[in-house]
């Protein structure tokens, strides 16, 4: 019986589809911007974000609703997304806590920022972190020219967004999802490395 040769050519690696990642956000604009500019920033091969803005006004767990009911709407149309993250600022929310556990329970990632998402955007040009008002949180990140009445500014540094994780770790060391941080901290980093593919 002849021998059959095996060709040389060597078999191409299967690519693996990128990870699918939801993000729900509360805020209607200044969020979504960030997101979708770090996702272009980022061009990362093994994850790419969606991002769902949801005018539920400042309810976290209605928030952490709409993501499960986009998820589930996604999945049985079988367009399924790989993780479901929910960003909420901490603002006055009475209901973060239960939105923290309604997270959990559906295995969606529900990232805070305290007190709110500037936060997190000031450490992408400072390495500061003193609590301040909502008030001085906006004008700080106006007067940093990082955003104007709640748009991104177009120059917004996302090369930076390694130092400002780098930041959010150290002001805030046990930093999780489905976690309230000191004031200030962001849950951000999560997301990062999630859209890095990690």
């Known amino acids: 019986m002849p021998v059959r ?5 060597t078999s191409r690696p299967t690519r693996q589809a990128a990870r699918r990642i939801l993000v729900v956000t509360e805020g209607t604009r200044t969020e979504p911007q960030y997101v979708e500019g770090l996702n272009s ?7 790419t974000a969606v991002v769902k803005s949801v005018p539920v006004g400042k309810d976290p767990v209605k928030v952490v609703r709409k993501g499960i009911e986009i998820r589930d709407n996604a999945a049985s149309n079988e367009k399924n997304y790989d993780v479901c993250v929910c960003l909420v600022d901490v603002d006055q929310h009475q209901a973060l806590p239960a ?8 295995s969606i990632l529900l990232l805070v920022s305290n007190l709110k998402f500037e936060t997190w955007l000031r450490w992408h040009v400072e ?3 003193s609590a301040l008002s909502t008030t001085q949180l906006d004008d700080l990140t106006a007067k940093l020219g990082l955003v104007t009445k709640k748009m991104l500014a177009p120059t917004f540094p996302f090369h930076a967004v390694h130092s400002a994780c780098e930041i959010a ?5 046990n930093l999780a999802a489905s976690r309230i941080g000191p004031d200030p901290s962001s849950a951000m980093p999560v997301l ?3 859209m890095l593919g990690r």
């Open 5 to 9: 040769r095996q060709s040389g050519r």
């Open 99 to 106: 939105a923290c556990q309604l997270a959990a329970r559906e």
């Open 127 to 129: 390495d500061k972190h």
């Open 41 to 47: 920033y980022l061009r990362s091969r093994g994850a």
């Open 169 to 173: 770790r150290r002001v805030d060391p």
């Open 192 to 194: 990062v490395d999630l």
